[in-house]
């Protein structure tokens, strides 16, 4: 049963509300008529909702708000008051609550609201259950713990990979730089027959073509000036295990040919010797390039991209999985105090909504980066807005268009928009408009307060 908590100095108001939810036989009931001690009631228990009174003494409504906006208190909040008050609700909404009704409620509205609410709570808790529930189906769920998400369609890509780890075959990673190409490739090394032998990553994007060649295939002493010793080379390291080559796409044609020898042959020459050298070893290949277009320009050989692209997968963009920002978030908020010694506790609400909505072109790695920049300069215990990277605050407030030249709304602008929309379809008729939006009437006259339509 679902726990609902209220909150009001009158005790004849808290004896109603009692009857009248207990009737329906669907919720537990707690109520509270001294507000003082409801900081203590709130911390000590969970209630899924709350209904509150704002006039109170000691202790006001929009104290309790601001106690549980402060606190992360996970609790959803129906304002129930004897006064209507546009400005009072407007700062309640503000505040977090889901609605504000006004004395004396009708009991079919309160219902009708207290079952909207808990739906959304539900749906919302359903999403993230939905992804935890299929993370914990892997079997190998420990080898992607490095891996924050709870995006199904990631959830989902860790269950193909589990399937496609175990054998032997290349594997073809796709994604834009900074998707975490790398931990992908760490995870099918865990869970593959190798994974007690070496995982040697190399970035075939930071050596020039002939220094690549030399320290992939290694070089025998006096291969060229300045090779007084023999060395061993990225492939022989891996031998019995697993070699990642991330930026595939940017290797020289003639690499290309030694290194589909030893997907074809499993051998290769060190540079400046007549002797081929026998390896064992896995190779998983990674690019954010388009691998067909570069075939077509004649920049990467076909027989090579076949023999890489036994098995493929895709990262998305974390434009494409913003519901894993807030954890990735707070995951590299936690990362950066520890290594800062610093006590930042969470991030503000004004910062989280620049994070939430910027599009991150490099994506999981800018975020990281993004968060370590403003840990160092952040000096309270609050992550704000001005300890953001200035690029990025520049950046996100640059007004995006689409395709045909519009500017693309917020949340703010298409729903004042749809109330003014609305308003002027019922001549001004608030009630009415109200109904068509699905909201209280009172909520209807914050909105058009907070947006200053003209009725």
């Not at 004395?103 to 259950?129: F, S």
């Not at 199904?152 to 594997?171: C, G, H, L, T, Y």
């Not at 040919?257 to 540079?271: A, M, N, P, S, T």
């Not at 408009?433 to 209807?444: C, D, E, M, T």
Request: with cysteine.
């Amino acid at each position: 049963m679902k726990k609902i908590l209220a909150i009001d100095d009158d005790q004849a108001v808290l004896n109603y509300l009692n009857i009248m939810l207990l009737q329906t036989g669907t919720y537990e009931i707690a109520t509270l008529v001294n507000s003082s001690k409801s900081f203590h009631e709130l911390r000590t228990h969970n209630y899924d909702l709350l209904l509150l009174d704002m006039d109170m003494p000691d202790v006001s409504g929009l104290d309790i708000l601001k106690f549980i906006k402060e606190k992360s208190i996970d609790i959803e909040t129906i304002v129930l008051t004897g006064v209507e008050d546009v400005e009072l609700a407007v700062s309640a909404m503000k505040l977090g609550a889901f609605d504000y009704l006004t004395k004396p409620v009708d009991n079919d509205q309160l219902l009708k609201v207290i079952t909207t609410v808990l739906e959304n709570r539900k749906a919302r808790g359903a999403t993230a259950a939905e992804a935890i529930s299929s993370r914990e189906q892997l079997q190998f769920k420990e080898a992607f713990q490095d891996i924050i998400t709870q995006n199904a369609d990631m959830i989902a890509m860790f269950q193909m990979v589990e399937k496609m780890a175990p054998p032997d075959n290349s594997i073809l990673i796709w994604g834009e730089s900074g998707t975490g190409k790398e931990l992908i490739a760490k995870a099918i090394h865990r869970i593959s027959r190798r994974r007690d032998e070496n995982f040697v990553a190399v970035n075939a994007g930071t050596f020039a073509n002939e220094l690549f060649s030399s320290e992939f295939f290694g070089h025998d002493k006096g291969a060229f000036t300045g090779a007084s010793t023999e060395k061993k080379g990225f492939l022989e390291a891996a031998d019995k295990g697993t070699l990642f080559l991330d930026e595939i796409g940017e290797l020289a044609l003639p690499i290309q040919v030694k290194l589909l020898r030893v997907l074809q042959e499993g051998e290769f020459f060190r540079l400046g010797s007549t002797k081929n050298q026998k390896v064992d070893v896995r190779i998983i290949a990674a690019t954010n390039k388009d691998l067909l277009s570069e075939m077509k320009k004649g920049n990467f050989r076909k027989d090579l991209f076949y023999r890489l692209n036994m098995s493929s997968v895709y990262l998305p963009p974390l434009r494409e999985r913003r519901g894993d920002i807030p954890l990735l978030c707070q995951h590299f908020l936690a990362r950066y105090n520890e290594q800062n010694q610093k006590n930042i506790q969470k991030i503000s609400d004004a910062a989280m909504r620049l994070l939430n909505r910027y599009e991150y072109p490099g994506n999981i790695r800018e975020l990281m980066n993004i968060i370590n920049s403003a840990v160092i300069i952040e000096s309270g215990t609050e992550l704000h807005k001005k300890s953001l990277p200035h690029y990025f605050l520049e950046n996100s407030s640059v007004q995006e268009t689409t395709p045909s030249g519009q500017p693309l709304l917020s949340l703010s602008e298409m729903e004042k928009e749809q109330i003014a929309r609305v308003l002027a379809s019922t001549g001004g008729n608030k009630s009415q408009a109200a109904k068509i939006l699905g909201i209280s009437r009172v909520n209807l006259l914050a909105k058009i307060k907070k947006y200053q339509i003209p009725t």
